[in-house]
């Protein structure tokens, strides 16, 4: 059978230092082949290859047995090539359906029209979203949804799914994959690349692993289990170090509380919300996106305003605050680490070092305002150490980097500020189970270091192992508190469903 898409011996480089080196990768038609890894393995850049976002520094690329050069995602596209990101790629000041037909000109003007036809396509897919809406005002989870709907609109035969379902929820995961078994029988063949090896599991044909930047093993997924897709990764087992079993953890005893917040209220995002924070504890909150967690915790780092009037309290050891912009929040040592680290964590294109140094900068670390490269640079390079960077050196710039790396760098951002209290927003979202791993364990010892942490998750097993206290949202409310080891997944699920 002739490989519908096929890469052979592909290799990139970036500054003589390959990315990607000597792969050979085939896709069948009607396949969904799943391509795994860490962060840094070379995946997201082998699928830009194939997409004609990059071009190769060497190899070859064959459509249905023809070699064919990418020289640009349009010109993919238009040999049936579509890819959905990781990160978003829409227009943010368009509506949703404007998106969905941002390249059809007869469409594009007749809003009435776009606004028809989009709502009936999003409606054919189970997906929930106003094609009226502008993309700006979305949440993650419905951007993505609106990245795979652009991508099945385009009548793809070749789909790259990169993170796809990173930031859907359990009902949005479960329509997600029927989206997937409708196109598998319509022929059209897929590349999934996902951090849930479950989930490569449950829907993968084939099965391909690579590690830093080479072929590891490709096989039918039936040959696989979770233990050989880790090992094959990372070249060790992690099954002791991630998501054993929580109840039989220490928990940690609260210190003195941080933070109190009474009767939080931001229009009908967050309704009467009320919480404590604690020194050297982990809470864990688990909600469904639209909960109201993530703008609840924006509120309290600066980021947000809550209602002027009856907006509730927050106190601060104490004293009351109102934070009307971040700095104000980080100068107190709030700091909170973004869910979206494209758009609101770091400068793409400032390099490693530039963007800690930032940081420094913004926490007030720094005795200069003026740059101090002997400075920066040592700044860095402690805390490319610190946290396992994966980099040529502290001058790479951070669009270079994997997407775990990149997160790395986010959170270096934030530590280096000193802060006393911080907010991981999907802390692991996107990122491989080694450096899952490493985030873990850092979690854990800035706890232990008597840091209060606020931990948002949409994974209950990180939610079960790394929490203290556990707070589950729903409609805009915390409306559960539980013990960390005196509780389980079903029971969290069906407070924050019911």
Same mark, same amino acid.
């Given at each position: 059978?002739?490989?519908?898409?096929?890469?052979?011996?592909?290799?990139?480089?970036?500054?003589?230092?390959?990315?990607?080196?000597?792969?050979?990768?085939?896709?069948?038609?009607?396949?969904?082949?799943?391509?795994?890894?860490?962060?840094?393995?070379?995946?997201?850049?082998?699928?830009?290859?194939?997409?004609?976002?990059?071009?190769?520094?060497?190899?070859?690329?064959?459509?249905?047995?023809?070699?064919?050069?990418?020289?640009?995602?349009?010109?993919?596209?238009?040999?049936?090539?579509?890819?959905?990101?990781?990160?978003?790629?829409?227009?943010?000041?368009?509506?949703?359906?404007?998106?969905?037909?941002?390249?059809?000109?007869?469409?594009?003007?007749?809003?009435?029209?776009?606004?028809?036809?989009?709502?009936?396509?999003? +409606?054919? &897919?189970?997906?929930?979203?106003?094609?009226?809406?502008?993309?700006? *005002? %979305?949440?993650? #989870? /419905?951007?993505?949804? $609106?990245?795979?709907?652009?991508?099945?609109?385009?009548?793809?035969?070749?789909?790259?799914?990169?993170?796809?379902?990173?930031?859907?929820?359990?009902?949005?995961?479960?329509?997600?994959?029927?989206?997937?078994?409708?196109?598998?029988?319509?022929?059209?063949?897929?590349?999934?690349?996902?951090?849930?090896?479950?989930?490569?599991?449950?829907?993968?044909?084939?099965?391909?692993?690579?590690?830093?930047?080479?072929?590891?093993?490709?096989?039918?997924?039936?040959?696989?289990?979770?233990?050989?897709?880790?090992?094959?990764?990372?070249?060790?087992?992690?099954?002791?170090?991630?998501?054993?079993?929580?109840?039989?953890?220490?928990?940690?005893?609260?210190?003195?509380?941080?933070?109190?917040? +009474?009767? &939080?209220?931001?229009?009908?995002?967050?309704?009467?919300?009320?919480? *404590? %924070?604690?020194? #050297? /504890?982990?809470?864990? $909150?688990?909600?469904?996106?639209?909960?109201?967690?993530?703008?609840?915790?924006?509120?309290?780092?600066?980021?947000?305003?809550?209602?002027?009037?009856?907006?509730?309290?927050?106190?601060?050891?104490?004293?009351?605050?109102?934070?009307?912009?971040?700095?104000?929040?980080?100068?107190?040592?709030?700091?909170?680490?973004?869910?979206?680290?494209?758009?609101?964590?770091?400068?793409?294109?400032?390099?490693?070092?530039?963007?800690?140094?930032?940081?420094?900068?913004?926490?007030?670390?720094?005795?200069?305002?003026?740059?101090?490269?002997?400075?920066?640079?040592?700044?860095?390079?402690?805390?490319?150490?610190?946290?396992?960077?994966?980099?040529?050196?502290?001058?790479?710039?951070?669009?270079?980097?994997?997407?775990?790396?990149?997160?790395?760098?986010?959170?270096?951002?934030?530590?280096?500020?000193?802060?006393?209290?911080?907010?991981?927003?999907?802390?692991?979202?996107?990122?491989?189970?080694?450096?899952?791993?490493?985030?873990?364990?850092?979690?854990?010892?800035?706890?232990?270091?008597?840091?209060?942490?606020?931990?948002?998750?949409?994974?209950?097993?990180?939610?079960?192992?790394?929490?203290?206290?556990?707070?589950?949202?729903?409609?805009?409310?915390?409306?559960?508190?539980?013990?960390?080891?005196?509780?389980?997944?079903?029971?969290?699920?069906?407070?924050?469903?019911?």
């Amino acid at each position: 059978m002739i490989p519908v898409l096929e890469l052979r011996n592909g290799t990139k480089e970036y500054r003589g230092v390959p990315a990607v080196k000597d792969v050979t990768f085939t896709l069948y038609r009607g396949e969904v082949h799943a391509l795994l890894g860490e962060n840094g393995a070379g995946k997201s850049t082998l699928t830009k290859m194939l997409a004609g976002v990059i071009e190769p520094t060497a190899g070859e690329i064959w459509i249905e047995g023809k070699k064919t050069e990418l020289k640009s995602p349009s010109d993919a596209l238009r040999r049936g090539i579509a890819m959905v990101y990781q990160e978003t790629s829409l227009v943010p000041s368009l509506t949703v359906a404007q998106n969905l037909y941002l390249t059809d000109k007869k469409w594009f003007h007749r809003l009435r029209g776009i606004y028809i036809a989009g709502q009936q396509f999003l +409606q054919s &897919l189970n997906f929930h979203v106003d094609p009226t809406a502008l993309v700006s *005002s %979305l949440g993650a #989870g /419905q951007k993505q949804m $609106v990245e795979i709907a652009r991508a099945v609109h385009h009548n793809a035969k070749i789909i790259i799914f990169d993170e796809p379902t990173a930031t859907l929820t359990p009902e949005e995961k479960r329509q997600f994959f029927s989206l997937i078994e409708r196109l598998r029988a319509r022929g059209v063949s897929i590349i999934f690349i996902s951090h849930a090896l479950e989930e490569a599991l449950q829907i993968s044909d084939r099965i391909t692993v690579m590690r830093d930047g080479r072929h590891v093993v490709t096989d039918y997924t039936s040959a696989f289990d979770r233990e050989k897709i880790v090992r094959a990764m990372v070249g060790r087992s992690l099954s002791n170090e991630l998501y054993g079993s929580h109840k039989d953890r220490k928990i940690r005893p609260a210190g003195e509380k941080v933070l109190s917040v +009474q009767n &939080l209220s931001m229009q009908n995002f967050v309704r009467n919300t009320s919480f *404590s %924070l604690f020194e #050297g /504890q982990i809470t864990g $909150v688990f909600g469904l996106i639209g909960s109201g967690r993530t703008e609840a915790a924006k509120i309290v780092a600066g980021v947000l305003k809550r209602d002027f009037f009856h907006g509730g309290e927050i106190r601060l050891k104490g004293r009351s605050v109102r934070y009307r912009v971040p700095r104000s929040a980080v100068r107190n040592g709030i700091i909170y680490v973004t869910e979206d680290r494209k758009v609101e964590g770091f400068f793409e294109t400032m390099t490693i070092a530039e963007n800690i140094h930032l940081g420094a900068l913004a926490g007030g670390k720094t005795q200069f305002f003026f740059v101090n490269m002997k400075e920066m640079r040592m700044i860095a390079e402690k805390w490319i150490g610190t946290l396992n960077i994966r980099a040529i050196n502290g001058d790479a710039k951070v669009i270079e980097l994997s997407g775990g790396n990149q997160q790395k760098v986010v959170i270096a951002k934030a530590l280096v500020q000193r802060p006393k209290l911080i907010i991981f927003d999907e802390p692991t979202r996107g990122v491989d189970v080694g450096a899952i791993a490493e985030i873990h364990h850092l979690i854990n010892r800035l706890a232990d270091e008597g840091i209060a942490i606020m931990m948002i998750s949409s994974y209950l097993p990180e939610v079960l192992q790394l929490s203290d206290r556990i707070l589950v949202c729903r409609q805009g409310r915390i409306v559960e508190e539980f013990e960390g080891h005196k509780v389980d997944e079903e029971t969290i699920m069906y407070a924050a469903v019911h």
